[in-house]
């Protein structure tokens, strides 16, 4: 069935440090979005994606729609600790209406 | 100004018990869709109610059922409870067909 994959799972890195993590589908997106999620509470929008090719900046994020259309992926710059919490890909399928499909996460943890 | 309010925020429940769980969306938004995030995953959706009328809905047996009142707010209704269904249910809003979906804090169902 469609999916989207997420990865890494998760990553532990020093405060400062630059951070990737992408995420790629079985089928072409028109829509991608970033999530984060801090523990107990719900999905935040980070960046929307629209058009392929498309590099989009929040500050010190930054994400970008894949050529292809199947992947997407978001850098955190300068790492801080309120950086911590987990961040998920999501997206419509194609004639999936307004169905947004969410990849598993990535679990970022920032060490002071 | 508030945004997306979700009631209860725990809950216990016991194997083949019902469950109502409501939602207020954010001021000026018409449209609300509900998922179910188990434990370490990405939420999935289960439907979505525009107008007082399902819109759309995802790949949950019947027992999962919902209503929208005039004033925008909603309802997840679920039946015969399983352990299974032991997650956080989260509520989001938006206007219209957009993708600017505000999460709630989400309702932790624990079946037992």
């Known amino acids: 069935g469609q999916q989207l994959n997420q990865s890494p799972q998760s990553m532990f890195i020093q405060e400062g440090e630059d951070v990737s993590m992408n995420c790629t589908s079985s089928s072409i997106f028109n829509t991608w979005l970033w999530y984060k999620q801090d523990p107990g509470e719900g999905p935040v929008l980070l960046i929307a994606?629209?058009?392929?090719?498309e590099l989009t900046s929040n500050g010190r994020l930054t994400a970008q729609f894949g050529i292809t259309r199947k992947d997407s992926f978001l850098n955190i710059s300068a790492s801080i600790p309120s950086d911590v919490g987990i961040y998920f890909c999501a997206g419509p399928y194609i004639n999936a209406g307004n169905m947004l499909t969410f990849g598993g996460g990535t679990r970022l943890m920032v060490k002071p | 100004d508030a945004g997306v309010t979700q009631s209860p925020t725990h809950l216990i429940k016991t194997r083949g018990q019902q469950v109502t769980l409501r939602c207020s969306p954010k001021?000026?938004?018409?449209?609300v869709s509900w998922y179910q995030q188990a434990l370490g995953q990405g939420p999935q959706f289960i439907f979505q109610?525009?107008?007082?009328?399902?819109?759309q809905r995802g790949n949950f047996p019947d027992r999962f059922s919902g209503h929208q009142f005039p004033n925008y707010s909603s309802e997840l209704n679920v039946n015969a409870l399983w352990l299974g269904d032991s997650a956080l249910y989260l509520c989001?809003?938006?206007?219209?067909?957009?993708?600017?979906?505000?999460f709630g804090s989400g309702t932790r169902l624990t079946v037992v």
């Open positions: 994606l629209y058009k392929a090719g």
């Open positions: 109610y525009y107008e007082e009328e399902e819109r």
């Open positions: 989001a809003s938006s206007f219209g067909d957009t993708y600017g979906y505000t």
């Open positions: 001021s000026g938004h018409d449209t």
